[in-house]
């Protein structure tokens, strides 16, 4: 595991659901493609962020992250 999820999406190991979706839905609103046009930089985060919530949001997902 190369990535730390809780690190991308700005979250304690501790966060609820509720501050998971909220911290998915400010950071894709800033690093979104639409918003930064033409910035490789931007739309590498905004893919790792996606990943992230993916994982993250998805409870048993999430176990097995946490497990690792």
């Known amino acids: 595991m190369s990535e730390n999820y ?3 999406l700005e979250l304690n190991k501790s ?4 501050e998971i979706k ?5 950071l ?3 690093y979104h493609p639409d918003v930064n046009p033409g910035d490789p930089t931007a739309e590498e985060k ?3 962020i ?4 993916q994982v993250l949001s998805d409870p048993s ?3 097995k ?4």
């Open 6 to 8: 809780y690190k991308i």
């Open 15 to 18: 966060a609820s659901e509720k």
């Open 22 to 26: 909220s911290a998915y839905r400010r």
């Open 28 to 30: 894709a609103r800033k």
């Open 46 to 48: 905004f893919k790792k």
């Open 50 to 53: 996606n990943q992230a919530y």
């Open 61 to 63: 997902h999430r176990d």
């Open 65 to 68: 992250y946490d497990q690792f």
